[in-house]
């Protein structure tokens, strides 16, 4: 099965920057999209950014400028370098990855990142 290793949170103070990584391994189905998402205490999971094979990507227009993601097919590897972090960014963030020809997705465990003074 699917397996999604998240690392790169923690505590950061405002303006500064943290870079989220994700690596999927042991899967059974070809790899589409890959993304991120975050999800605030209290609120709904909320897409960030995703990125195709092809490298085209997406972003939530509060993070557009700000946030950037980036893939390794060959080690099946997404990234989210995030930049200008704002209070408001804290969450804990989730990788996702979809199947290439099929509806599978899978999730990573979860990272937290806080942005704070």
């Known amino acids: 099965q699917l397996q999604l290793v998240e690392s790169g949170g923690g505590l950061v103070q405002p303006g500064g920057s943290l870079r989220l990584s994700c690596a999927a391994s042991g899967s059974v189905f070809s790899i589409g999209d890959m993304g991120w998402y975050r999800q605030a205490p209290g609120k709904q999971r909320e897409f960030v950014a995703t990125?195709?094979?092809?490298?085209?990507?997406n972003y939530a227009d509060s993070v557009k400028g700000r946030f950037t993601i980036s893939r390794d097919n060959a080690n099946n590897t997404v990234w989210l370098q995030m930049n200008s972090l704002k209070p408001e960014d804290t969450a804990v963030y989730y990788c996702?990855?979809?199947?290439?020809?099929?509806?599978?997705?899978?999730w990573g465990q979860g990272t937290q990142v806080t942005v704070s003074s």
């Open positions: 990125i195709s094979r092809g490298g085209n990507t």
């Open positions: 996702n990855v979809r199947a290439l020809f099929s509806s599978r997705n899978a």
